[in-house]
T-cell receptor, first 110, second 113 residues
Framework: QQQVKQSPQSLIVQKGGISIINCAYE??????FPWYQQFPGKGPALLIAIRPDVSEKKEGRFTISFNKSAKQFSLHIMDSQPGDSATYFC?????????FGTGTSLTVIP | NAGVTQTPKFQVLKTGQSMTLQCAQDMNHNSMYWYRQDPGMGLRLIYYSASEGTTDKGEVPNGYNVSRLNKREFSLRLESAAPSQTSVYFC????????????FGQGTRLTVV
């Protein structure tokens, strides 16, 4: 059973556009929601993370929106650039347990 | 500071062969993990070790064994490789406590023929 559901599986966006990736979870014990970015041939690396007591977190062009009541969170990439082309994973953790979504392959077209 | 180092980076095995994937971290982390990544499946936890001397099964442990050799090293063993174990394997580590980041290695691409 997938603990974290992620959509879409793939996304194509024009340069300068907004990329939006959505995730949902069921387990209310999760207390940390990180997003990881993975380039081909590399391991995932932390991009941005949010705690459930915060509704939004912004770091540069990357923003996490968090809806605790709906048990949903999303990643927004503003002014998307070709260098943002990668696979993005949402995750949820409780203690030292991490559960990952199935990933979104983002392609930003110049 | 190397972070999490995995060896080998690539491996081809014949069905039934055995091998051990090695992982070492130099961040003094207590927790270590092994994941497999398959298209459309995301990252699935095989085994994890919350601290030195302890190991626990994750979502997909069948066909694998692990050893937490010391605080730095966590190995994954395939006793009798099967084509279904063709995947990219990632080792990760994290510090103790809540809301900590998992650091990943570069991955091992394993093909079982």
């Amino acid at each position: 059973q997938q603990q974290v559901k992620q959509s879409p599986q793939s996304l194509i966006v024009q340069k300068g556009g907004i990329s939006i990736i959505n995730c949902a979870y069921e387990n209310t014990a999760f207390d940390y929601f990180p997003w990881y970015q993975q380039f081909p041939g590399k391991g995932p690396a932390l991009l941005i993370a949010i705690r459930p007591d915060v509704s939004e977190k912004k770091e540069g062009r990357f923003t996490i929106s968090f809806n605790k009541s709906a048990k949903q969170f999303s990643l927004h990439i503003m002014d998307s650039q070709p260098g943002d082309s990668a696979t993005y994973f949402c995750a949820a953790s409780s203690g030292n347990q991490f559960y990952f979504g199935t990933g979104t392959s983002l392609t930003v077209i110049p | 500071n190397a972070g999490v180092t995995q060896t080998p980076k690539f491996q081809v095995l014949k069905t039934g062969q055995s091998m051990t994937l090695q992982c070492a971290q130099d961040m003094n982390h207590n927790s270590m993990y092994w994941y497999r990544q398959d298209p459309g499946m995301g990252l699935r936890l095989i085994y994890y070790s919350a601290s030195e001397g302890t190991t626990d099964k994750g979502e997909v442990p069948n066909g694998y064994n692990v050893s937490r050799l010391n605080k730095r090293e966590f190995s994954l063993r395939l006793e009798s490789a099967a084509p279904s174990q063709t995947s990219v394997y990632f080792c990760a580590s994290s510090a103790v406590g809540q809301r900590t980041e998992a650091f990943f290695g570069q991955g091992t691409r394993l093909t079982v023929v």
